[in-house]
């Protein structure tokens, strides 16, 4: 007997490592973000996002299709309005940003798995995600907003609904909405644990979205707390999720660990802006290499229990797994 144990005999080479391999990134799990915005031959790219554009939507078709040529399944839909106003009403609006995109891309890429971001925070004047009354955001008239919004976008070609809102109830609400207009087979994918997190930032530069008062603390949830993560996963499964959320993902890995280890439901990770920006601001400034930051990331989502990963790095990370 060997008072120790030769963990490098299953290192040696390539083929041994490949054989022994846990957990394996591939293009098949991961959904693309992509922003909207109204315009023709429109690539404007976000200064704190590199490489992540605002699309017109003949321009974010080539896109999309790109993305889905190269084997990402989906896409994950968020708007730019031309307009806002207080409650958001470009959200549910069948000429809304979305709603177009979504009837132009399931012509021109029909078999891409359409997802859409159910939220206010883009369309609302205030910049919060939901109806603000005496600078509260109301929870139940809220909901009154969601069900129109994801209807209109169901309606308009949606496959999948993925409310961001953090409203209470509002999965349920979606789901009456649905299962009333005859649509029994759009799944939910609940952002259910979705955090008050400043890894948002860059996003909300994108979409025009900071809050012109106050916070979202409000209705996302406190960093601090993985117990109460728990039960708005339970929450939300009770109320009909097909698929849950964390978010963001990579100072979450514990919360998707947990998630996985008491629940079977199909879990999303959302790798968020800040996480991206972080990684290509370094990359560019030639500190890290970017490429095996992404996938170590990326894996390290994968491990830590995600089904499906939700990444602006999908399209760059598909054609680093292909070699
Ligand atoms: C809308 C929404 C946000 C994100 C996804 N949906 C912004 C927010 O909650 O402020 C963030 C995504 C990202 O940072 O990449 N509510």
Redesign the pocket.
């Given at each position: 007997m060997y008072p120790f144990k030769r963990f490098r005999r299953l290192r040696q080479n390539e083929k041994l490592r490949t054989l022994v391999t846990e957990t394996e990134l591939s293009a098949r799990h991961f959904i693309y973000?992509m922003f909207f915005t109204p315009g023709d031959h429109l690539r404007e790219e976000i200064p704190e996002m590199p490489g992540i554009c605002r699309f017109s939507i003949d321009e974010g078709v080539k896109e999309a299709r790109e993305a889905f040529e190269l084997g990402i399944p989906g896409v994950l839909l968020f708007g730019i309005p031309s307009r806002k106003d207080a409650v958001g009403s470009e959200a549910f609006s069948e000429s809304g940003i979305i709603q177009k995109a979504l009837r132009a891309l399931k012509k021109e890429v029909p078999a891409l798995l359409l997802v859409t971001?159910v939220?206010m925070?883009e369309y609302t004047d205030h910049g919060h995600?939901g109806v603000v009354k005496d600078g509260k955001v109301v929870n139940d008239e809220t909901l009154e907003l969601l069900r129109k919004v994801a209807l209109s976008q169901v309606k308009a070609g949606a496959d999948v609904v993925a409310p961001?809102?953090m409203m209470d109830g509002r999965v349920m609400a979606i789901r009456e909405a649905l299962d009333g207009n005859g649509f029994l087979d759009t799944p939910i994918m609940s952002y259910s644990a979705k955090f008050a997190s400043a890894?948002?930032g860059?996003?909300?530069e994108a979409a025009g979205?900071r809050p012109s008062f106050g916070d979202?603390t409000g209705y996302?949830m406190n960093p601090a707390n993985s117990r109460e993560a728990m039960r708005e996963i339970q929450s939300d499964i009770e109320e009909g999720a097909d698929i849950v959320m964390v978010k963001p993902a990579l100072s979450y890995l514990d919360v998707i660990r947990e998630a996985r280890v008491r629940f079977d439901i199909p879990i999303a990770a959302?790798n968020?802006?800040?996480e991206y920006s972080m990684v290509k601001a370094c990359a560019q400034k030639g500190w890290i290499d970017e490429k095996r930051i992404a996938l170590e990331i990326l894996t390290s989502i994968k491990r830590a229990g995600a089904d499906i990963i939700i990444s602006y790095h999908a399209k760059d990370a598909t054609r680093w797994l292909k070699g």
């Open positions: 973000p971001d939220c925070c995600c961001s809102d890894f948002y860059p996003f909300r979205s979202r996302q959302y968020v802006s800040g």
